[in-house]
Every structure is written in C-alpha cells, then in structure tokens.
C-alpha cells in the first residue's frame, strides 16, 4: 500500500502526530519520534517517547486503531495513514539509530521555519515504544482542494481550485 516515494516522506525528517481513541472514545494524541515502512508497505511501525506517551498506548490497546499524520513544516504537504495496531512493544536499541537521524532531519526541517535545531533536539526521545500498524487507508490532508481524500483519487469538480 505504501510506494517507495511515500516511504520517502514519512521516514524523512516530516512532524509526526499518532493519535487513537479509547474505548470511551476520547482521543489520545502523541508526537512520535520515527517512522520504518515494513518490506512490502502494508505495515508501518512509528516510534513513540515513553516520556510522553501519556494514555496513549492504553488507548491503543483498548481500540486497536491508530491514525498518524505526517506533515512537512515547509510546505505543509500532509499524508494521513489509518490503520489497525498489529503490535505495541518497547522499542529495541536497534531503533534507537532511527529515532536520532529522524530528529536530526527534523531539526533541519523546522529551522527552515525559524524553530532553533537546540529545541527540537532537547526532545526526550529515548525509551520509546513501537507501534506497528496494518495500513487500511492512506489520505492527502494538505490544506486545500483535496484534503480528506484517499491518496490518489481525483479531486472532485466542486472542489477544484
């Protein structure tokens, strides 16, 4: 499901947003450290900072689904990724390498936009969990004429620029 040009963007230094809900249905949102698209693209696996997790893994587990937006500061392209957690476990040291070059990338990212790469990089980011998703549906939400539509889909007439 996920194209090696869109495992591009979301492994690339983009702003990352995993939210849920529980089974009360609030919401639970977190900033996540990292993404990895799995061999074959129908799984995403995206790291989360223990330190600010919140409620968030237990919404998950009461759910068991996931949304994760990815978003450009620069330019606000923004893909939305839905999907179903097939696994929710402590990161491994073999991650870590993942997490430091996403917030290194990030750090670029937003000093473009006037974000000092000194704040960004103070992120407690480390012990992180890993949440691995089955990918249901990949959605554009950059601001404009076809936000909320499925990635590829034409835009509609009535809502062309």
């Known amino acids: 499901m996920i194209s090696h040009d869109l495992s591009a963007f979301l492994e690339s230094g983009v702003s990352i947003l995993l939210a849920s809900r529980d089974a009360r249905l609030l919401p639970e949102c977190v900033r996540a450290v990292g993404a990895r698209v799995e061999a074959g693209g129908a799984e995403l696996t ?9 409620r968030c893994p237990s919404a998950l587990r009461e ?6 937006m990815f978003s450009r500061p620069t330019d606000h392209q923004t893909i939305q990724v839905k999907g179903q957690v097939a ?11 993942l997490v430091e070059r996403y917030t290194c990338a990030l750090a670029r990212e937003l000093a473009l936009v006037g974000v000092p790469p000194r ?3 103070r992120v407690n980011r480390w012990p992180c969990l890993a949440v691995r998703l089955r990918v249901d549906g990949l ?3 950059t601001p404009g004429p076809g936000a ?14």
């Open 119 to 121: 704040l960004t990089l």
């Open 148 to 161: 909320g539509a499925p990635l590829g889909a034409a835009v509609p007439p009535e809502r062309a620029p």
């Open 46 to 54: 995206v790291l989360v900072p223990e330190a600010s997790a919140g």
């Open 63 to 68: 759910s068991g689904r996931v949304a994760v």
């Open 139 to 141: 959605f554009v939400q």
């Open 87 to 97: 696994a929710l476990a402590p990161a491994t040291a073999d991650e870590r390498p």
